[in-house]
């Protein structure tokens, strides 16, 4: 069985998130009050992405619970919170059957899908991939999830998907194939994978002609608290609010 959280685990995945979510609002070009007083130092990279949620382009979804058909990511331009969301797939009603599924952004069948959307604290259930991101999906942070997954890879990367984070994960994959993670050409570059935890016969973590350029902590475990992840803040979006 898995040991139990140490005291400071908590105060190390909030200073990772706090830190990722700042280089969101870096690579979105979107700090424009970068300067904030000092007392407000350990809160500076939250508020970078309330900023992104206030863009003119996004969405918040929260606290649904999604039922039969794939979460199909590809609602708003850019910029898009997904949170607290409990989504299970199948391929009833000609569903894809993955947990969630992201266009490009020239698929005007499904809805553009910019870049810098951010997956937290969700329990999504797949027949088939946890999240699908098929074509020029740039810097998602996918984090602090739980992803039950069927036939197929847990995150499946292709066709320009770069400069994800995927990262404090809980990743139940029943046949994990090719791989739990796959990585399906060699421009999807930039994909951290960090500290995630995976179960069920994983042979190969990740699979596909490319590796993550950053890859550490990754556990494959036989046995162990399969609950969902201990998000650092239950809510994002309630986060900001509770700031501005």
Same mark, same amino acid.
């Given at each position: 069985m $898995?040991?139990?959280?140490?005291a400071g685990d908590a105060d190390v995945c909030e200073a990772s998130l706090l830190l990722h979510l700042g280089r969101l609002g870096e690579r979105s070009d979107v700090r424009e009050d970068a300067l904030l007083a000092t007392d407000q130092e350990n809160h500076? $990279?939250?508020e970078a992405l309330g900023r992104v949620q206030r863009h003119q382009h996004h969405l918040i979804l929260d606290l649904l619970t999604i039922w039969a058909v794939d979460q199909r990511i590809g609602i708003g331009d850019e910029r898009n919170l997904f949170e607290e969301l409990v989504v299970t797939s199948s391929q009833d009603g000609g569903s894809y059957g993955n947990g969630g599924w992201a266009s490009g952004p020239e698929d005007t069948g499904h809805? *553009?899908?910019? *870049?810098?959307?951010v997956v937290y604290n969700c329990d999504i259930s797949s027949t088939k991939a946890g999240l699908w991101m098929c074509?020029?999906?740039?810097?998602? +942070?996918?984090?602090?999830?739980?992803? #039950?997954?069927g036939r197929g890879p847990a995150i499946l990367a292709k066709a320009a998907s770069f400069d994800h984070i995927i &990262?404090?994960?809980?990743?139940i994959v029943m046949e994990p194939y090719p791989g739990a993670i796959?990585?399906?050409? $060699?421009?999807? #570059?930039?994909?951290?994978?960090?500290?995630n935890r995976?179960? /069920?016969?994983?042979? &190969? +973590?990740?699979? /596909?002609? +490319?590796? *993550?350029d950053? $890859?550490?902590?990754?556990?494959?475990?036989?046995?162990?608290?399969?609950?969902?992840?201990?998000?650092?803040?239950?809510?994002?979006?309630?986060? &900001?609010k509770e700031r501005e």
């Open positions: $898995e040991s139990p959280h140490r500076r $990279e939250l809805g *553009p899908n910019g *870049p810098r959307n074509w020029m999906n740039e810097n998602w +942070l996918i984090m602090y999830n739980r992803f #039950t997954v &990262q404090g994960n809980v990743f796959y990585i399906g050409s $060699e421009d999807c #570059t930039g994909i951290e994978l960090i500290n995976f179960f /069920g016969p994983v042979d &190969q +973590l990740v699979a /596909g002609p +490319l590796r *993550p950053i $890859e550490w902590d990754n556990r494959i475990l036989k046995s162990g608290n399969i609950n969902r992840p201990h998000a650092p803040v239950r809510s994002i979006f309630d986060w &900001q």
